[in-house]
């Protein structure tokens, strides 16, 4: 079975070293049976409870984005030991209005990059909790830091390195395996 992903990117910078994380993950894909298409994060307004009774139209195609998927995953920037604002954001969007929350029983991953040694692993801990609140079955293992060295991954998305390239291949073949038992039918 071929699954579809949606993937947040958790940085709006111009030069994201994350959002080539991605394109890389993208191109790796197909032949792990994966689909990935962005669900953007940027046209969200800052989320308020005051948008719950109503929500604005960004907010509500971002939400039926997530529905429309079989499996979300969240490639992502450490700032300031943490998660970025502009995803937590996104994911306080998601999980509202009460009731509503697009997470529930989707399966999730996290992966990141970073220009530092321990390769986003404070901010991915950070979003395993939230995801976890979000009863969002949430691949733990196996884990995916990734640090960025000149030239590792080029702006469409080519991975320069064979040893990284087959490793987020296994990564990606793992997460096909976590979709698969996470959507079972309970027998
Ligand atoms: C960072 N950076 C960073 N790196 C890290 O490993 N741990 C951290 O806590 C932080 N904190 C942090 C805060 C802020 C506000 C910025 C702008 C940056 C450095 C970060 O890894 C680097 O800027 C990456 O290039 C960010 O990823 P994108 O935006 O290029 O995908």
Do not use: C
């Amino acid at each position: 079975t071929t699954y579809k992903v949606g993937y947040l990117v958790g940085s709006l910078s111009s030069v994201s070293i994350n959002r080539r994380l991605a394109l890389a993950l993208e191109r790796l894909a197909p032949a792990r049976n994966l689909e990935l298409v962005e669900i953007p994060i940027a046209p969200l307004p800052f989320y308020s409870a005051d948008y719950d009774a109503d929500y604005p139209t960004e907010a509500r195609e971002f939400k039926s984005a997530l529905e429309s998927v079989d499996a979300v995953l969240l490639v992502t920037p450490e700032y300031n030991r943490s998660v970025p604002g502009v995803l937590k954001n996104a994911l306080d969007f998601a999980s509202r209005p009460w009731g509503q929350n697009s997470f529930a029983g989707k399966p999730s991953a996290v992966i990141g990059t970073s220009i530092g040694p321990i390769g986003t692993a404070v901010a991915q801990q950070h979003l395993r909790s939230i995801l976890s609140f979000l009863a969002s079955p949430e691949m733990s293992q196996p884990e995916a830091y990734i640090q960025t060295t000149d030239g590792l991954i080029s702006p469409d998305g080519e991975v320069t390195s064979e040893r990284t390239a087959e490793f987020l291949g296994s990564w990606l073949e793992a997460f096909h395996t976590h979709i698969a038992k996470s959507l079972a039918p309970v027998s």
